[in-house]
């Protein structure tokens, strides 16, 4: 019911306007997303980490937004070092109002990204767009095989995706949307994903494994050494602002590490997301309020 309820608020203007103008809020935001990206993404380089960058914004409702969009990303491109990793929401590139216009617009930006050595993974949203999120991916991967998608292990479906994507660079996370039909439940989910990272890592693709949960880091590890990958063959992801100490740790120890790093004004629903993702993250913000500075 948490979960629920933190979803419902990311999408309330109300919930937006007053979380936004609370004197408290601009310190926390600032140590979950970037507010100045160049800065941010060369202080994580310089500590052997991969980023993946985000410009927020989702749910565009004119082919005018869905440009401004695509400028953004083609602006940050000539901020980010090779090897890094662009996150793209397709709704933000037009999904809603036209699946081709999404399609060419994130070609536009695969066009741009791939002679300066950065991919695009494209992120998974709510469970209606997903359809249009594979068939799209599909379609770019004939020209950029290169580019990422998302599957989200709370979905009923996932295992099978994850065997659909052999060959792909895959990101998988829990989810932070719902569905009908879909897990629910910490366990349910938390056995989906542990499933799906066995078939990721028995197969010929890269699998990118965004979790936060040491327990998960561990089967991932585990896996990974039982399919003999080596630590090239795979990464771990994890949010900024969040376990930086274990991104480095990991990194120390010769692991891929990938962290999302997300900037632009449009964050709120962006950090209700996490909330809901996790409810128990509602906790490690409120401490994030109570030691800021």
Known sequence: MLRQALLAISRSDRAERVVSTSPLTADVVRRYVAD??????????????????????????????????VQAYLALLDRLPEGADVSVKLTALGLRLSEQLALDNAAT?????????????????????????????????????DVGVVVQAYLRD??????????????LCKGAYTAPGAHTSAA??????????????????YPMVATHDPRLVRIAAALAVLEERDQSGFEYQMLYGVRPDE???LA??????????????????????????????????????????
């Open 158 to 171: 996932s295992v099978e995706r994850c065997h659909r994507l052999d060959g792909a660079r895959v990101r």
């Open 36 to 69: 100045d990206v160049g800065r941010v993404v060369d202080e994580l380089t310089r500590k052997g980490l991969l980023v993946s960058v985000d410009h927020l914004g989702e749910d565009v409702h004119d082919r005018t937004q869905a440009e401004r969009a």
């Open 188 to 205: 349910d989910i938390d056995r989906s994903f542990a499933r799906c990272l066995r078939v990721l890592m028995a197969g010929t693709g």
């Open 252 to 293: 120390a120890e010769g692991a891929r590490v990938r962290v999302y790093v997300p900037y632009g004004a449009d964050w709120y629903p962006y950090l209700m997301r996490r909330l809901a993702e996790r409810p128990a993250n509602l906790a490690f913000f409120a401490r994030s309020l109570l030691t800021r500075g």
């Open 109 to 145: 930006i695969c066009e741009h990204a791939v002679p300066r050595g950065i991919t695009l993974t494209l992120d998974a949203e709510e469970h209606d767009t997903i359809a249009g999120l594979h068939s799209i991916h599909a379609t770019l991967r004939k020209e950029h095989p």
């Open 247 to 249: 991104q480095e740790r």
